[in-house]
């Protein structure tokens, strides 16, 4: 893990990380094309991952976590395993993380907390502006807030 950069706005706004709460992280990973970094507040510490739903058949959906593992953030992304509906991460013969890594246990303990709509003290959740459904721009306070944009949080 690494530290997250101190980039502002000139006012002393972080540039492109938004704060999602507690109540809107879940509804956000599962809209179906979410990035977002978790973050440690007491060490700095943070780790970027992306959930794409995927629809093997008509009525299920899954979620697969993959986790940024490079240097260019749009390519370097490592699948990690399932976001699970009850929160947590599942490992499959296809992941390419253990579950010892720092990464997996992140996420794992995180999801887990938050479905329940626990809070995950000292964690703070940060997506980069984009609609977590359509990755469209978001400009709407509120939708900032959420991680969707105003259609897409209604579907």
Not at 31 to 39: C, E, K, N, S, Y
Not at 98 to 127: M, N, Y
Request: hydrophobic share 35%; with cysteine.
């Amino acid at each position: 893990m690494t530290q997250l950069p101190q980039e502002t706005d000139g006012q002393g706004a972080p540039i492109g990380r938004h704060e999602l709460k507690t109540e809107n992280v879940m509804k956000f990973l599962t809209a179906g094309r979410a990035i977002f970094t978790l973050q440690s507040l007491k060490t700095g510490t943070h780790f970027t991952y992306q959930v794409r739903a995927w629809q093997p058949e008509p009525d299920k959906t899954l979620y697969l976590v993959d986790l940024l593992s490079g240097p260019d953030n749009t390519s370097d992304y490592r699948y990690l395993g399932l976001l699970q509906p009850e929160g947590g991460v599942k490992l499959t013969a296809k992941s390419k993380i253990s579950a010892e890594a720092p990464s997996f246990k992140a996420i794992d303990w995180a999801t887990k907390r938050l479905a329940t709509g626990q809070a995950a003290p000292g964690l703070c959740v940060h997506h980069e502006g984009r609609c977590g459904r359509c990755a469209r721009r978001l400009t709407v306070p509120e939708s900032i807030e959420t991680g969707l944009g105003p259609v897409c949080a209604g579907k």
